[in-house]
């Protein structure tokens, strides 16, 4: 068998991926979302999808050409339509 090398590397807030994506770094496979950013009640949802939107955006700097991003949101305020149109505009 081939040998892999793997890089774990745990960002806990928005400035570890913006020095993250300062320092080049990029990686095949990140796993995203922040129960902290999730909307308690409906009228919290604008400011959620402004977080969640920086988050993905942030992630996807990092991620390799190919990769993977895995997000989601634990939210009952946040549709499904909601979470994918905020990753659209993310995606810009």
């Given at each position: 068998m081939g040998s892999a090398?793997?890089?774990?590397?745990?960002?806990?807030r928005s400035s570890c991926c913006a020095r993250g994506i300062d320092e080049g770094r990029l990686f095949d496979t990140i796993v995203g979302g922040s129960a902290?950013?999730?909307p308690k009640t409906r009228g919290a949802l604008d400011g959620?999808?402004?977080?969640?939107?920086?988050?993905?955006?942030?992630?996807?700097?990092?991620?390799?050409p190919?990769?993977?991003?895995?997000?989601?949101?634990?939210?009952f305020h946040l549709s499904r339509g909601?979470?994918?149109e905020m990753l659209s505009e993310?995606?810009?």
């Open positions: 090398t793997s890089s774990r590397w745990k960002a806990t902290g950013v999730s959620a999808l402004r977080g969640y939107k920086d988050i993905n955006l942030q992630a996807m700097k990092l991620l390799a190919g990769g993977l991003l895995f997000t989601a949101s634990c939210s909601m979470f994918f993310a995606v810009g």
